[in-house]
């Protein structure tokens, strides 16, 4: 329900009022995001017709969802929901747009409650900075370190951009071209590496560039308008996929972070990625 909706007015008690919502409890929960309508998902009427709607479209065919802003629905909600979805055997995926490693309990949160997938931003925060930042890869090492908070860590969704943050290749305007694109080529490497789910947005795969929204919505560029430089890139992104694709371990197998000298713990990250095929 976007704004102006009409069931805003003719079913007034399916939704929160900003005046009376943080009564409810967690103003994040329970009061309406930006001015748009909040749906009261205790309320049953309101549970009922959300879970309807999830019935119609698995009855389709469709067989995966993407929960968007999940801390903003109560996680009892959640977990019921997913709970159904697990049943109809759909995956979903949620979003909790919140950096911080602090946040990787609230995340985690969200998967033990029945989520299959979450997007790991901590970890899309740490490669960034440690990557294009150049900063310390301490903060990699706390994030995948956490690992045991999560229900399944291996099927977090892990990016290094999306629609909501800035380009991975744009994260160091003062690096010359060449550096921040074989910056992203090491940054599209680690992301097929790690454990988790790689998740590619449209144009990282060519190190587009893009600041903070909108700039970072460029339209979709297609290979006959590919520098030389975005042809490189696509090119060492091929080669890491099929090593990928080829490989029990990097697609399954178990991460184990390892320890490295304490002069060396800003610039190097060790780890080890097995499968009872392959180590």
């Known amino acids: 329900f976007g704004y102006g909706a009409p069931t805003v007015s003719s079913k007034p008690d399916w939704f929160h009022k900003e005046g009376s919502c943080s009564r409810l409890g967690d103003n994040e929960i329970f009061c309406p995001l930006s001015g748009l309508p909040d749906l009261a998902q205790e309320n049953a009427q309101v549970k009922a017709f959300l879970f309807e709607n999830n019935a119609f479209w ?12 999940v801390k903003h629905v109560p996680l009892e909600f959640m977990g019921a929901l997913a709970k159904q979805n697990i049943q109809d055997g759909v995956f979903t995926l949620g979003e909790v747009f919140e950096t911080s490693l602090s946040s990787t309990a609230k995340i985690a949160s969200f998967q033990k409650a029945g989520l299959t997938s979450m997007f790991d931003f901590p970890l899309q925060n740490a490669l960034n900075n440690a990557i294009m930042g150049e900063r310390s890869f301490d903060a ?3 994030v995948l370190e956490k690992d045991e908070e999560y229900g399944n860590p ?7 951009d999306n629609h909501d943050v800035p380009r991975f290749a744009s994260r160091s ?15 599209i490497r680690a992301l097929l590496t790690l454990r988790g789910i790689p998740t590619l947005w449209q144009g990282t795969e060519i190190a587009m ?6 700039d970072n919505r460029r339209s979709m560029r297609f290979e006959d308008v590919w520098t ?9 992104t091929q080669k890491a996929l099929s090593v990928y694709k080829s490989s029990s371990a990097l ?6 972070v390892l320890p490295v000298p304490e002069f060396q713990t800003d610039d190097l990250m060790l780890f080890t990625r097995t499968s009872s095929e392959q180590n």
């Open 251 to 256: 697609k399954s197998g178990s991460q184990t």
């Open 154 to 160: 291996a099927e977090l969704a892990i990016f290094l």
């Open 209 to 214: 560039r893009g600041g903070v929204d909108p």
């Open 228 to 236: 030389t430089a975005e042809k490189t890139v696509f090119e060492a």
């Open 58 to 69: 698995t009855a389709q065919g469709v067989d995966g969802f993407r929960y968007d802003a």
């Open 140 to 142: 990699v090492r706390i």
């Open 173 to 187: 305007p003062l690096l010359k071209d060449a550096d921040v694109n074989a910056r992203a080529i090491y940054g």
